[in-house]
């Protein structure tokens, strides 16, 4: 059951993820899709509507996602009706029975009063061992304390065993192959620690610009929108200790631990280690976009940050004195989603006429998007007489070995909801725990102060190049391999 059922959500992932599942027979033949929405309408505005979007998703120029499709079509139904009133939920009572999903793709207002409201009809009770699960998305509170409110609410109607809180980039097939690049390999968990990591960097770079999100993203910015959710889920799996067993409690455990371990800095501290940044009017590519301030719905004196890099620290014997550097904006130079695991240098170079020369480490270049694959930087010696260094990248892409086709990510986190397994969301512990190590960064900013200006397709606000130039470090490039 989808809430939001005509949303850009709905059409551009949920509806051919679950086509892409169909295709593969994931879906069982009996199982229905009840699509839920403001706009007025019958099954069929359904699914012409979803049709008439993209072609592509439906079959055309594949012969086995459109056979997938036929199969799916006449099962998707829709209901029209207001979320936060009781008339649509006594539709739905009178007619679910056995088994249900009910995912929340609507604004996050609408969160609270649809488990309410479900919880009122007797719709999330589980009898006869049936299953009631709910799917939210991000995000999930704007602060620390509208998370735990958000969560205290929720939970009082509902167990946490029936709650999915989705990031959808933990579906990405290079982020789960996180745990198993660690602790899948000895000769690399062996050295992931502080003796031999100098520090890691974590990007999520995008090309494009705020858009018609106007309104949306001058009330949440970069950081909400990107940090609390999608990086900490990145940076928790990269720095998380072996879990006991990959059961989904003993995962989460463990990634709740590191974000329970990052340093909450005094607000002098935060102001020090974070750089907020805003894109000016400019060209990217062929296109030209406005000044952030001058997008359609956003305040001509907004102080809204499109960019922020921040410096981290991990509080834990395996990560004390690591930096973990994070950033993230829009309308940069290249759409790139990377994690950097940058290893101390050698210590000496032994080799003749090397001695006093400065060796480029070795790096773990962890592709998540667009490219999705795995790299590692390391030096050989270049062919001929004497003693020469050359930098070597052993290279592996997914798309290289594996037939990865069109899938999105939603598939594994729609199987995993069905099967219930939680590995792969967040716990209503680690949502807090996140909020809470960025707070003060949202707290110093609220006292006052403007974004730094930066070009669009540019790298950002040069103090994001000061931020690691003070450590005698640089940012990755921002390349697509």
Same mark, same amino acid.
């Given at each position: 059951?989808?809430?939001?059922?005509?949303?850009?959500? *709905? #059409?551009? $992932?949920?509806?051919? &993820?679950?086509?892409?599942?169909? !295709?593969?027979?994931?879906?069982?033949?009996?199982? +229905? %899709?009840?699509?839920?929405?403001?706009?007025?309408?019958?099954?069929?505005?359904?699914?012409?509507?979803?049709?008439?979007?993209?072609?592509?998703?439906?079959?055309?120029?594949?012969?086995?996602?459109?056979?997938?499709?036929?199969?799916?079509?006449?099962?998707?139904?829709?209901?029209?009706?207001?979320?936060?009133?009781?008339?649509?939920?006594?539709?739905?009572?009178?007619?679910?029975?056995?088994?249900?999903?009910?995912?929340?793709?609507?604004?996050?207002?609408?969160?609270?009063?649809?488990?309410?409201?479900?919880?009122?009809?007797?719709?999330?009770?589980?009898?006869?061992?049936?299953?009631?699960?709910?799917?939210?998305?991000?995000?999930?509170?704007?602060?620390?304390?509208?998370?735990?409110?958000?969560? *205290? #609410?929720? $939970?009082?109607?509902? &167990?946490?065993?029936?709650?999915? !809180?989705?990031?959808?980039?933990?579906?990405?097939? +290079? %982020?789960?192959?996180?745990?198993?690049?660690?602790?899948?390999?000895?000769?690399?968990?062996?050295?992931?620690?502080?003796?031999?990591?100098?520090?890691?960097?974590?990007?999520?770079?995008?090309?494009?610009?705020?858009?018609?999100?106007?309104?949306?993203?001058?009330?949440?910015?970069?950081?909400?929108?990107?940090?609390?959710?999608?990086?900490?889920?990145?940076?928790?799996?990269?720095?998380?200790?072996?879990?006991?067993?990959?059961?989904?409690?003993?995962?989460?455990?463990?990634?709740?631990?590191?974000?329970?371990?990052?340093?909450?800095?005094?607000?002098?501290?935060?102001?020090?280690?974070?750089?907020?940044?805003?894109?000016?009017?400019?060209?990217?590519?062929?296109?030209?976009?406005?000044?952030?301030?001058?997008?359609?719905?956003?305040?001509?004196?907004?102080?809204?940050?499109?960019?922020?890099?921040?410096?981290?620290?991990?509080? +834990?014997?395996?990560?004390?004195?690591?930096?973990?550097?994070?950033?993230?904006?829009?309308?940069?130079?290249?759409?790139?989603?990377?994690?950097?695991?940058?290893?101390?240098?050698?210590?000496?170079?032994?080799?003749?006429?090397?001695?006093?020369?400065?060796?480029?480490?070795?790096?773990?270049?962890?592709?998540?998007?667009?490219?999705?694959?795995?790299?590692?930087?390391?030096?050989?010696?270049?062919?001929?007489?004497?003693?020469?260094?050359?930098?070597?990248?052993?290279?592996?892409?997914?798309?290289?070995?594996?037939?990865?086709?069109?899938?999105?990510?939603?598939?594994?986190?729609?199987?995993?909801?069905?099967?219930?397994?939680?590995?792969?969301?967040?716990?209503?512990?680690?949502?807090?725990?996140?909020?809470?190590?960025?707070?003060?960064?949202?707290?110093?900013?609220?006292?006052?102060?403007?974004?730094?200006?930066?070009?669009?397709?540019?790298?950002?606000?040069?103090?994001?190049?000061?931020?690691?130039?003070?450590?005698?470090?640089?940012?990755?490039?921002?390349?697509?391999?």
């Amino acid at each position: 059951m989808i809430f939001g059922a005509t949303g850009d959500l *709905t #059409r551009r $992932l949920l509806v051919p &993820a679950l086509i892409n599942m169909e !295709r593969e027979g994931l879906i069982h033949p009996s199982s +229905t %899709v009840l699509g839920i929405g403001k706009d007025a309408g019958d099954d069929e505005m359904l699914r012409a509507g979803l049709e008439s979007f993209s072609a592509g998703h439906f079959g055309e120029g594949d012969a086995q996602r459109g056979e997938a499709w036929a199969r799916l079509r006449p099962r998707l139904r829709y209901r029209a009706g207001d979320f936060t009133a009781d008339e649509i939920y006594t539709q739905i009572a009178a007619e679910l029975t056995g088994n249900a999903v009910f995912y929340l793709a609507v604004p996050p207002r609408f969160f609270g009063d649809i488990v309410e409201k479900l919880a009122d009809h007797g719709l999330t009770t589980e009898a006869d061992g049936a299953f009631r699960r709910i799917a939210i998305e991000k995000p999930f509170g704007h602060d620390a304390a509208s998370a735990k409110a958000l969560n *205290t #609410r929720i $939970l009082s109607r509902v &167990a946490e065993t029936q709650v999915y !809180r989705i990031d959808h980039f933990l579906g990405k097939e +290079t %982020v789960q192959n996180i745990m198993t690049l660690r602790f899948a390999n000895m000769m690399i968990e062996k050295l992931w620690n502080s003796d031999s990591i100098d520090h890691i960097q974590i990007t999520a770079a995008e090309t494009v610009d705020v858009g018609t999100r106007g309104s949306f993203y001058d009330g949440t910015g970069a950081l909400r929108d990107m940090v609390p959710n999608h990086l900490f889920q990145l940076l928790s799996m990269v720095a998380m200790e072996p879990p006991i067993s990959f059961d989904a409690e003993a995962v989460r455990d463990e990634k709740a631990k590191v974000l329970r371990a990052i340093r909450i800095y005094e607000p002098e501290e935060a102001a020090a280690n974070s750089v907020r940044g805003v894109y000016t009017a400019g060209t990217i590519g062929d296109r030209t976009i406005p000044a952030y301030t001058e997008t359609a719905d956003v305040k001509p004196d907004s102080t809204t940050e499109t960019y922020v890099a921040l410096k981290l620290m991990i509080d +834990t014997w395996r990560w004390a004195g690591v930096p973990f550097y994070l950033r993230t904006g829009k309308a940069l130079t290249v759409r790139d989603t990377e994690v950097i695991v940058t290893f101390k240098p050698v210590p000496f170079a032994q080799f003749p006429r090397l001695r006093n020369a400065h060796l480029p480490p070795n790096r773990i270049v962890i592709q998540i998007q667009p490219d999705e694959g795995i790299s590692l930087d390391m030096l050989i010696k270049r062919p001929g007489i004497g003693v020469a260094v050359e930098p070597a990248v052993m290279d592996f892409r997914y798309a290289g070995l594996f037939d990865i086709g069109r899938l999105n990510g939603y598939e594994t986190l729609i199987y995993d909801i069905l099967t219930g397994d939680q590995t792969l969301f967040q716990r209503a512990d680690a949502v807090e725990a996140g909020w809470r190590a960025v707070q003060p960064f949202l707290d110093r900013w609220a006292e006052g102060g403007s974004p730094e200006p930066y070009a669009p397709g540019s790298l950002g606000p040069d103090a994001a190049a000061d931020l690691l130039a003070r450590d005698g470090l640089a940012w990755h490039d921002l390349v697509t391999r």
